[in-house]
């Protein structure tokens, strides 16, 4: 309790210790240490006043250049400030510090900003900086000279992936001065832009216009975001049924086509290479086109890897892999084409087939189904009408994505 109420007492105490001030011209800050306010104004006239708006009844101000306080030069509530000038104010024996600052005085030109070539220019570009920003300080009542840090900022529009295409999104430089940069180096941007110094806060806050400077800029970088879109199965009978995703896995066929995505249009050139490993060493194809197609129809892991370039300064290179599974197949031994949308058709498990032929026969040896599609299967009807219940006789031939070769033979009971 007596450590809350320390606390308590201490901040009425700090709260206490600076008068209360303003100014219906001007903009006060009590973030400086040194003095208790710092005032900023657009332009000080003879109309400008700072008015103690306390309940105090002995007022005096000072300046501080007034070390001992011996000249007051007012007991009124309110006085017409100067410009980089420092102001006791004196409230039955409390003091609080001001420095006023005329901002008009302190504008900062910013003149120019030039974009130029970095060494690496298809990874940062250099912007050289032409800009007159005049040092903003206060000084302390002890005489202690603080220089005030202005923010500035350089803008600019790039490109960002917003997961199905490139979006524009604004990219954003720090600068503080007075240790503003004459060259500041920044990411390039992934298209024509234009670069644009503005600032500072302060000129914000009071409502002025800084003239910004501002350059357009063409760049050589290139960058790319291949994506895929794979052709889907809904057939449940087969196994690691094929999804579009950066991380491919899916049964044999798939049927793919690659997007390379890239920053049009400076990307003039596209190289793409399929490898059958992910060592990127066994090269099976190579295609030149924007957007490319390909079947892969054999088991295994490959590389798609797309490059983009402009003239041949600049070049980006994105890739997905894709697996392809080993194959299997399994026939059931009873089905039950009942209508009930469970197990109505004699058909096989499977996956990575990529050619199959099934015969069904009676008991007589009398064909009486094939087909071809491992996806489908034969659905207990001959020549339309439902087929008489009990034991067939199936033949089955197929060959895997891994060149595996399948014969299988067996009975497959028909259940009504």
């Known amino acids: 309790m007596k450590k809350t109420l320390f606390l308590i007492c201490l901040c009425l105490t700090v709260a206490a210790a600076s008068a209360q001030v303003s100014s219906s011209s001007g903009k006060s800050y009590t973030t ?7 005032f900023m104004f657009n332009g000080i006239t003879t109309s400008t006043e700072i008015t103690y708006t306390g309940t105090g009844a002995v007022i005096n101000w000072y300046k501080f250049t007034d070390t001992n306080k011996t000249n007051s030069i007012s007991n009124q509530t309110s006085i017409s400030p100067e410009d980089a000038t420092g102001y006791t104010l004196v409230v039955d024996g409390k003091e609080t510090t001001i420095w006023v600052i005329d901002y008009n005085n302190y504008k900062p030109v910013l003149t120019g900003i030039t974009a130029q070539d970095n060494a690496d220019k298809c990874s940062y570009v250099d912007l050289v900086i032409d800009a007159k920003i005049p040092t903003l300080s206060y000084q302390t009542p002890a005489g202690a000279t603080k220089t005030i840090t202005r923010n500035f900022e350089i803008t ?24 503003m940069p004459t060259t500041e180096t920044v990411k390039v941007p992934y298209k024509a832009t234009t670069f644009t110094l503005s600032g500072d806060q302060y000129a914000t ?5 800084i003239t910004p400077a501002v350059t357009t800029y063409t760049p050589l970088a ?21 999804t579009s995703a950066k991380q491919v896995t899916g049964s044999a066929p798939l049927d793919m086509t690659f997007y390379s995505n890239p920053n049009d249009p400076i990307v003039l050139y596209y190289n793409w290479q399929i490898f059958k490993d992910k060592s990127k060493t066994s090269l099976i194809s190579g295609r030149i086109e924007k957007t490319t197609p390909y079947t892969f129809d054999e088991a295994g892991s490959y590389v798609v890897k797309v490059t983009v370039s402009n003239d041949g300064t600049c070049s980006y290179s994105d890739s997905i892999t894709v697996t392809v599974s080993t194959s299997s197949i399994e026939a059931p031994n009873v089905f039950t084409p009942n209508g009930d ?6 058909r096989v498990a499977y996956k990575s087939i990529i050619q199959f032929d099934a015969w069904v026969y009676n008991r007589w040896g009398r064909l009486v189904y094939k087909w071809s599609d491992p996806m489908k299967g034969w659905d207990g009807y001959i020549g339309g009408k439902k087929a008489a219940a009990g034991a067939y006789f199936y033949v089955i031939k197929a060959v895997g994505a891994d060149g595996k070769k399948y014969k299988l033979k067996g009975d497959i009971n028909l259940l009504r």
């Open 32 to 38: 400086f240490t040194g003095v208790d306010y710092v």
């Open 156 to 179: 600019y529009t790039t490109l960002s992936w917003g997961g199905s295409a490139w979006q524009d999104s604004t990219a954003t430089v720090k600068l503080t001065a007075p240790t």
């Open 205 to 209: 806050d009071l409502g002025i216009t």
């Open 222 to 242: 290139v960058i790319c975001h291949e994506t895929s879109v794979v052709v889907t199965r809904d057939a449940t009978n087969e196994a690691d049924r094929p």
């Open 341 to 346: 949308g469970y197990n109505d058709e004699f």
